[in-house]
């Protein structure tokens, strides 16, 4: 990789713009350390007001259709958080059956007191008021003395990442093309509502194959919006210290300049890619669905690959090999299409995750995006380093 000087100098120069875009506002609004987890922005007159959720139980239940758990009733479901589903930076997900109605549930224990105050009061006043097929449906919470608990529909099918980069001891199904399309359109969709279909845009700062769950029927849904920003209609952008996770930030995250929805589909371009392949876009991660051997194993960095054929016209060698050539080559020309412009080193230049819907459902036509620029310095310099 190049240093980050390199990084910081390419940001500055303007690709080719996806389409036209409106010159970001100049206001700016300062979030803090931890990106206002736990803080609401509430817009009154034009001005912000920092303020908090706390509504009763009660009220809780009847306005939102969210139940407040007791610890105990929660403790018994989980037979005492005995499975664990999985875990993250605020804690870990439990899985557990409601004995009144047979509902299986998925249960996150928040560690830490401050911190897990902070998250649960983001994620109950975020999830828990909005409503989309494509996002984790927030069932209830539990606020007894230290304990911070969220409650979830549980997701029978897992994460697409347990699909994508499943171990070979494992059973889980090899999603075919068409289920991978439509997981491609539901998590835009998804992110869609969250930027530009809520009262305030919800960033969600954190977007990975491990945030994406599916159902039984394998329909995406975006999870984990417990770091995520709110930002009102008169604001382009925050500032904040946050970070994702590597491999899926946006350049801007490394720069410290205010960040906007655009990260969130720099790091659903990246998703994509990952999804046409199979595998992680870094070497270092690679993790085939398969145990035979594959060219594409030798490649360092996935994103300077695919984009390099795009443009070569070669896209049949970047699919996943488990997909034994099953698969419609006009949707991923457009899958790939809309990752690598999705990846563009300037935010402009990036789609809105309302134009990546209406490409993907095949309403609006795109063209071959550039190379970013970031990428042909990575090219140039792996083609130095060989050269010697």
Not at 257 to 268: E, G, L, N, Q, R
Not at 294 to 315: R, T, W
């Amino acid at each position: 990789m190049p240093p980050l000087y390199i990084l910081l100098g390419l940001l500055l120069l303007h690709t080719p713009a996806w389409c036209s875009s409106a010159a970001a506002t100049e206001d700016t609004l300062t979030v803090g350390q931890s990106l206002g987890v736990g803080d609401k922005l509430v817009s009154r007159n034009g001005k912000f007001a920092l303020g908090f959720f706390h509504p009763a139980a009660s009220s809780i239940s009847s306005a939102g259709g969210i139940v407040a758990f007791r610890y105990t009733d929660l403790v018994r479901a989980t037979k005492s958080f005995s499975e664990k589903l999985g875990g993250g930076g605020f804690g870990s997900v439990y899985k557990g059956m409601l004995s009144d109605s047979a509902t299986t549930i998925a249960v996150k224990r928040l560690d830490g007191a401050r911190q897990g105050e902070k998250q649960f009061r983001a994620e109950v006043s975020s999830i828990g008021l909005i409503q989309h097929i494509n996002l984790v449906k927030l069932i209830g919470f539990c606020c007894e003395g230290d304990h911070r608990l969220l409650v979830y529909e549980h997701m029978l099918s897992g994460s697409l990442n347990g699909h994508l980069f499943k171990k070979s001891n494992t059973n889980v199904v090899v999603l075919n093309w068409n289920i991978r399309y439509q997981i491609s359109i539901g998590v835009a969709r998804g992110l869609s509502y969250l930027h530009q279909g809520c009262r305030e845009c919800i960033i969600h700062c954190d977007i990975k194959p491990e945030n994406i769950l599916l159902d039984a029927l394998f329909v995406p849904k975006v999870a984990d919006f417990g770091l995520a920003a709110f930002v009102g209609r008169d604001f382009s952008r925050i500032l904040t210290s946050f970070r994702g996770t590597a491999g899926y930030l946006a350049p801007e995250w490394l720069t410290g300049v205010a960040i906007t929805p655009k990260v969130d589909v720099y790091s659903f371009g990246m998703v994509l890619l990952e999804i046409i392949s199979g595998r992680r876009n870094s070497s270092s991660e690679t993790s085939y669905n398969t145990s035979s051997s594959n060219s594409n194993q030798d490649i360092e960095y996935f994103p300077v690959e695919a984009i390099s054929k795009l443009h070569g016209g070669d896209l049949k060698s970047l699919v996943d090999p488990q997909l034994h050539g099953d698969f419609n080559l006009e949707e991923i020309e457009r899958v790939c299409k809309v990752a690598c412009w999705c990846i563009q080193d300037n935010e402009l230049d990036r789609p809105t995750m309302g134009e990546v819907v209406r490409v993907l459902e095949g309403q609006q036509d795109i063209v071959v995006p550039p190379m970013p620029r970031l990428l042909a310095a990575i090219t140039e310099q792996s083609g130095a380093a060989t050269s010697v």
